[in-house]
Every structure is written in C-alpha cells, then in structure tokens.
C-alpha cells in the first residue's frame, strides 16, 4: 500500500521533457487536480535540456522523470538509453504513443519505472504512477543510506538487455564519482574498476550464485577487502538481471589480522618464555653441581695447580651463570614484564650489600673499591630495592670487567629534596679503557660490545641495556661520559619516597640474627630428585654443621611420607620434580599435616630464575627460596635466618 503524500509537505518536484506544449499544459492540470498529491512541474522541451538540467544536481532534486520518447533531439527507444546510464537511480516514467506501446514494456525491461500511453491515462492514473516514484525514491533514498553506513552496496547486470547499474555505495567502495555511467560493455574492458564483477559473473554463471571475499585496487591507490555475493537468474530464454552485494570489510579483515599477529605475538612470548625458563631450569641444574663441588673441593687439601684448576673452574661457571642472569632478565623487559615495587628499604643496607656482593670481584683484579653516601640522604627510602640493586650489580660488574688498573667508585648523592620525595644521584666511575666518542651512543644497545684490539671480553653485552631498562622503567635516564683510556662515569637519577623510619625493613635476612654455631643439631629434610645436587648440598651442609641430620627425599611423595614419621626442623624445597613437585608439596603440607609439621619452614631450591620476580612463590605456601646455583653463604645465611631458635 503506497502511503498517501501530504499536501502539507514541500512540493516534489517532476522533471518533464515533452516537447509538445499542448500536452506539457495538460499534464500540469492533471497534477494540480491530483489529490493526495503535491508536485511542481519542471519542464523542457528537448533531452540536450532535460540532461543539462539533471547534470547540474538536479538529479538530486527531481522525485521523477515524465520522458517522451519522440523528442526533437532523439527519438524512440535511444531517448531511454541516453538518459538510464548517466541516471541509473532516477524514476522514469516513459510517455509513448498507442503504436508504440511495445516501446515502453521494452522500456520497463530496460530500466525505467512505468509507462502511461498518451491520451489513455488520466489524472488519478498519471498521479498513482507519480506516488510510486516517490516512494521508490524514498525507499531508494533510506536503502542507500542504510548501504552508506553499513558500508554495502549492490549491482545489477544483464548482459542481453545492455542494463548494468549500481548503487551509490557500490561507486564509494570503489572510490568512483557516483554519477560516471558504466555499461555492459566496460565492464569487459579489463580498465574498468568494476571489470572484476565479471569474473563473480561468470563464476555464479556456472555455479548459480558464489560468495567470496576479495582484495580490489581502487583508482586512488587504496587497496579495499571485500565480501561479495553473487547470483544467477536463469531467464526463459536461457540467458542470465545478474545480482550482487558486496560489503566493505577492510576494517574488519584488518582487526582479524591484527589479532592473528596479536595472538601469534603472546603465543610467541608464551613459548619464548617457556623455552628461556627451561633452558635456564636445564642450564642450572648441572651448575649448581659444577659450582657446588667445586666449592668443597676448593676446602680440601690442593696443591698450587690444582688450587688453579678449582679456581678456573669456578670464574668460568661465573661467567656463564652470569650470562644466563642477562639474557633471562632481558626476556622479562622484552615481554614487558618489569614491575617496579614500592616499598621500604634501608639504602645504607643496600649499598653495603651491592659493596660486599662485588668486591671480591675488584680485589682479585687488585682494583681500589670504595662507596660514597652523600650527606642528608634518608636512610629509609621507599622504592623498588631489588632493581635499584640490579642496576648497580650491573655497572659495577661492567666497570670491574672493564678495568685492569686504578679504582671503581659508586657515590650516591642527593639532588634536592621535597615533603615526601628525595632526588638521588647515583654514579658508578672507574678509571678503565673508556670509550670513544664515537660508541658512546650505541653502548646501551643490545649485544653492543666496546671493540678493543687484541682483546676480547666475555659477556653478552646485555647488562647496560638491561641497567637502561630498569632505571626507565623507574621513571629515570641513564647516561655515560667516558675518555677512552682514562675511565667512565656512568650516571643516573631517581626520584624515591621517603620510607616509614618506624618499620625499616632489613636487606640483609641475618642482621640482627646470631649465626649458628657449627656445632649445631639440627635436622633439614632435603626435597631434590637430581643425585649429584643430593651430594652437593648434604656435603655443604654437614661441612657446614658438623651435627646436622639431612633427610633426603627424591620426590613431593617421599617428602610428605617422611614427615609423618619423623619431625624435621626446615625443608629445602625443590621445586620442579616427577610424581610430585614442589608446589603441590608444599600445599599439601600446609593443608593436610598437623601442627607444627604444617608450619615449618619451607625453602625453595630451585633453577627457576623466575621465582624471583614478584615473589609469587609465597601463594604457594614457601616462606623463601634459594636459586640454584647456590652461594654456601648465602643458603646458610637464609637456613639461620629461619632456625633462629636452634641452639
């Protein structure tokens, strides 16, 4: 049902070409006795007027077209076929004589909306026929701005009757001016932009319809994804008013791209991130052996050469311990996996530690190791500890490698302080070979290396890069002056919270702790499923404490069987192990074992680098953790700080 049009509304306007002015007035007098009908009459005479008329946007204007086929300029069913190309979307209503009724079936074949044989129709005839038309173009005019937003258009094509036309959208997609004409014809011209249509053509020709998705290359240069539909209507006369949709996707296709790279990405990290914790797991595993046996064997009786070998033994496990440490921590600030605490932190403690940890390294290299605190620094600061102790292991370690002679330095001072903030400077200085001007802009880069003539240095050229990274992340930057074969200064500044004095957390885990003494009883149940670290660490320990009793247990199960029937003081945990491993172990023991047995002090022992990181291994129910390879120092010190009640 054609819904009535209101008087009340703007006039529609109707394009006339009829070049009889007797029948040009009737029509007029028609349409203004037309109810339910407002209209104005544009008229002309000849179709050069009508195309010049519509040419100069108002084709946008016009609600319809009442087109005689008998025109001064143009005559029978070619008036039709100049006008349908150039207007594919406009209303014609074709005006004929009675002869030439056959004209306009034709002419409705070919594309145009209805025909009226002159002197055959009258008022409620001419005004219905006008009432569709403008419904039509409302519909026309909403589907193609539903298409607009929708990003779709669609075409129709039939090859024997010459007719192709397309919507609005179809020429956006393509990037084409909406009002250039195409026919048939050019789309066989392998020029036209829509000559790829005829492809879907002949392939929907074969297979009744196709839909496929498709990469165009628009006359702008844009390269558009699209999803397109096409289907075959077979006429009765075996010919074929092809139809198509097509929708841009390129959006769509660009998004699923980029989530295929994304999940290719976090899959690549994922895997990544596997492989670098088990090629660390694997890699310390044996070195806790390699460093731990030479540990004891370096306090037992040796002659000068073997005391060298032990002793070369040991700097080369170091090295590469050290290498490990550098790429493991360079995997974690690829994958974006810094996090930086902020909690307190006694920085004397700090700087004394990062002192004891390195010198050493300087005193075996007869280097002169001194620190300097500034004056008004607060002691107790609120940061991130661990990765201000990282930074600084790592430009003390590269200056001591890189210095044959002289000193090593760090100084710490204060830049200005705030209310609740302090500024801080700190420098690590050495009196090395220096670096040339030249690299001093690419010494934070990865596997930078520092070139020196006949002379090649270990490492793996990540530890600036690494330092670069956390000190960024910090919110500070790192920079370097050196002259090359006097020294360097490596420099930076960080902006911490000043601390809580009344709660000031201790570095050092013994401080305030009586070590055990040696002749100390005690019993230490050993969780490790690898015999030759089973040897290194009881060896450790009984050296260590004469009168300790180390239970050893090969898996979680063994473990839990042993502390029903027998109580032990403190376990060391290892953590990755068949039957049973050490997570699950610890849990159980928590849960399940009766008091105290369910409060004992759980240490875990293990090759995974990444326990350190945030210390998650707490939620599991350990109380800490001691990273393989072991220093003997540094287990003991963690075993006293838990057993203080052992006498």
Same mark, same amino acid.
């Given at each position: 049902?054609?819904?009535?049009?209101?008087?009340?509304?703007?006039?529609?306007?109707?394009?006339?070409?009829?070049?009889?002015?007797?029948?040009?007035?009737?029509?007029?007098?028609?349409?203004?006795?037309?109810?339910?009908?407002?209209?104005?009459?544009?008229?002309?005479?000849?179709?050069?007027? *009508?195309?010049?008329?519509?040419?100069?946007?108002?084709?946008?204007?016009?609600?319809?077209?009442?087109?005689?086929?008998?025109?001064?300029?143009?005559?029978?069913?070619?008036?039709?076929?100049?006008?349908?190309?150039?207007?594919?979307?406009?209303?014609?209503?074709?005006?004929?004589?009675?002869?030439?009724?056959?004209?306009?079936?034709?002419?409705?074949?070919?594309?145009?909306?209805?025909?009226?044989?002159?002197?055959?129709?009258?008022?409620?005839?001419?005004?219905?026929?006008?009432?569709?038309?403008?419904?039509?173009?409302?519909?026309?005019?909403?589907?193609?701005?539903?298409?607009?937003?929708?990003?779709?258009?669609?075409?129709?094509?039939?090859?024997?009757?010459?007719? %192709?036309?397309?919507?609005?959208?179809?020429?956006?997609?393509?990037?084409?001016?909406?009002?250039?004409?195409?026919?048939?014809?050019?789309?066989?011209?392998?020029?036209?932009?829509?000559?790829?249509?005829?492809?879907?053509?002949?392939?929907?020709?074969?297979?009744?319809?196709?839909?496929?998705?498709?990469?165009?290359?628009?006359?702008?240069?844009?390269?558009?994804?699209?999803?397109?539909?096409?289907?075959?209507?077979?006429?009765?006369?075996?010919?074929?008013?092809?139809?198509?949709?097509?929708?841009?996707?390129?959006?769509?296709?660009?998004?699923?791209?980029?989530?295929?790279?994304?999940?290719?990405?976090?899959?690549?990290?994922?895997?990544?991130?596997?492989?670098?914790? *088990?090629?660390?797991?694997?890699?310390?595993?044996?070195?806790?052996?390699?460093?731990?046996?030479?540990?004891?064997?370096?306090?037992?009786?040796?002659?000068?050469?073997?005391?060298?070998?032990?002793?070369?033994?040991?700097?080369?496990?170091?090295?590469?311990?050290?290498?490990?440490?550098?790429?493991?921590?360079?995997?974690?600030?690829?994958?974006?996996?810094?996090?930086?605490?902020?909690?307190?932190?006694?920085?004397?403690?700090?700087?004394?530690?990062?002192?004891?940890?390195?010198?050493?390294?300087?005193?075996?290299?007869?280097?002169? %190791?001194?620190?300097?605190? *500034?004056?008004?620094?607060?002691?107790?600061?609120?940061?991130?500890?661990?990765?201000?102790?990282?930074?600084?292991?790592?430009?003390?370690?590269?200056?001591?490698?890189?210095?044959?002679?002289?000193?090593?330095?760090?100084?710490?001072?204060?830049?200005?302080?705030?209310?609740?903030?302090?500024?801080?400077?700190?420098?690590?200085?050495?009196?090395?070979?220096?670096?040339?001007?030249?690299?001093?802009?690419?010494? %934070?880069?990865?596997?930078?290396?520092?070139?020196?003539?006949?002379?090649?240095?270990?490492?793996?050229?990540?530890?600036?890069?690494?330092?670069?990274?956390?000190?960024?992340?910090?919110?500070?930057?790192?920079?370097?002056?050196?002259?090359?074969?006097?020294?360097?200064? %490596?420099?930076?500044?960080?902006?911490?919270?000043?601390?809580?004095?009344?709660?000031?957390?201790?570095?050092?885990?013994?401080?305030?702790?009586?070590?055990?003494?040696?002749?100390?009883?005690?019993?230490?149940?050993?969780?490790?499923?690898?015999?030759?670290?089973?040897?290194?660490?009881?060896?450790?320990?009984?050296?260590?404490?004469?009168?300790?009793?180390?239970?050893?247990?090969?898996?979680?199960?063994?473990?839990?069987?042993?502390?029903?029937?027998?109580?032990?003081?403190?376990?060391?945990?290892?953590?990755?192990?068949?039957?049973?491993?050490?997570?699950?172990?610890?849990?159980?023991?928590?849960?399940?074992?009766?008091?105290?047995?369910?409060?004992?002090?759980?240490?875990?022992?293990?090759?995974?680098?990444?326990?350190?990181?945030?210390?998650?291994?707490?939620?599991?129910?350990?109380?800490?953790?001691?990273?393989?390879?072991?220093?003997?120092?540094?287990?003991?010190?963690?075993?006293?700080?838990?057993?203080?009640?052992?006498?």
């Amino acid at each position: 049902m054609i819904k009535p049009i209101s008087k009340l509304e703007t006039p529609h306007k109707i394009l006339l070409i009829e070049d009889d002015l007797n029948y040009a007035h009737l029509v007029e007098l028609m349409l203004s006795d037309a109810e339910q009908l407002n209209c104005s009459i544009i008229h002309y005479k000849t179709l050069a007027e *009508g195309i010049a008329f519509l040419s100069q946007n108002g084709a946008r204007e016009v609600a319809a077209i009442l087109l005689d086929l008998s025109l001064p300029d143009s005559q029978g069913f070619d008036t039709l076929e100049r006008l349908i190309p150039r207007f594919p979307n406009l209303n014609i209503i074709v005006l004929t004589g009675l002869d030439d009724k056959g004209l306009g079936v034709k002419a409705v074949r070919a594309g145009a909306q209805d025909f009226l044989v002159k002197g055959y129709f009258d008022d409620a005839q001419l005004a219905k026929a006008l009432r569709y038309s403008i419904a039509r173009n409302n519909i026309l005019r909403r589907l193609e701005e539903t298409q607009q937003a929708a990003h779709i258009g669609n075409w129709e094509c039939s090859p024997l009757d010459h007719y %192709f036309t397309a919507s609005e959208e179809t020429y956006r997609i393509f990037g084409l001016p909406t009002r250039r004409p195409f026919s048939c014809e050019d789309l066989m011209q392998p020029a036209c932009p829509f000559f790829i249509l005829l492809s879907l053509q002949d392939e929907a020709q074969q297979k009744g319809k196709v839909q496929k998705d498709i990469w165009i290359s628009r006359a702008d240069g844009k390269r558009r994804y699209l999803a397109t539909t096409c289907t075959a209507n077979r006429l009765s006369n075996g010919t074929y008013l092809f139809n198509g949709i097509i929708q841009d996707i390129t959006e769509r296709k660009q998004a699923q791209e980029l989530k295929k790279a994304r999940d290719l990405a976090q899959h690549t990290t994922k895997v990544r991130e596997h492989f670098i914790a *088990g090629i660390s797991h694997e890699m310390r595993t044996p070195m806790n052996a390699i460093l731990g046996l030479s540990n004891l064997l370096a306090q037992t009786r040796l002659d000068e050469e073997q005391a060298g070998y032990v002793y070369s033994i040991k700097q080369s496990s170091e090295v590469l311990l050290g290498i490990i440490n550098d790429i493991l921590q360079a995997a974690t600030i690829q994958n974006n996996k810094i996090q930086i605490e902020k909690k307190n932190f006694q920085l004397s403690a700090l700087l004394h530690n990062v002192v004891e940890v390195m010198k050493h390294k300087a005193l075996e290299k007869g280097l002169s %190791f001194s620190h300097q605190l *500034g004056a008004g620094i607060p002691d107790i600061l609120k940061g991130d500890a661990l990765r201000i102790k990282q930074i600084l292991y790592n430009l003390v370690g590269n200056a001591i490698k890189f210095t044959d002679r002289g000193f090593v330095k760090i100084f710490i001072g204060l830049l200005e302080e705030k209310e609740n903030r302090a500024h801080l400077h700190f420098e690590v200085i050495d009196s090395g070979i220096g670096i040339e001007k030249k690299e001093l802009e690419t010494v %934070f880069e990865a596997f930078s290396r520092v070139p020196q003539p006949g002379r090649l240095y270990e490492g793996t050229g990540l530890g600036l890069p690494i330092a670069r990274s956390l000190i960024e992340a910090q919110g500070g930057k790192i920079e370097v002056e050196s002259t090359s074969g006097e020294g360097s200064c %490596f420099f930076f500044n960080l902006w911490l919270e000043k601390g809580e004095p009344e709660q000031p957390p201790s570095l050092l885990p013994q401080q305030g702790r009586r070590p055990l003494p040696p002749n100390s009883a005690f019993r230490l149940l050993l969780v490790e499923d690898h015999k030759l670290n089973q040897a290194v660490a009881r060896k450790t320990l009984e050296k260590k404490w004469k009168n300790i009793e180390v239970l050893v247990a090969e898996n979680g199960e063994e473990a839990i069987q042993l502390l029903r029937q027998q109580p032990v003081d403190i376990v060391l945990m290892d953590l990755q192990m068949p039957i049973r491993d050490g997570y699950s172990t610890t849990k159980y023991i928590r849960q399940n074992l009766p008091a105290p047995l369910c409060k004992v002090p759980i240490l875990a022992m293990t090759a995974h680098a990444h326990i350190s990181q945030d210390g998650s291994f707490r939620m599991h129910g350990l109380d800490d953790y001691v990273l393989k390879p072991f220093e003997p120092e540094q287990l003991f010190r963690k075993i006293e700080h838990y057993l203080p009640h052992i006498t």
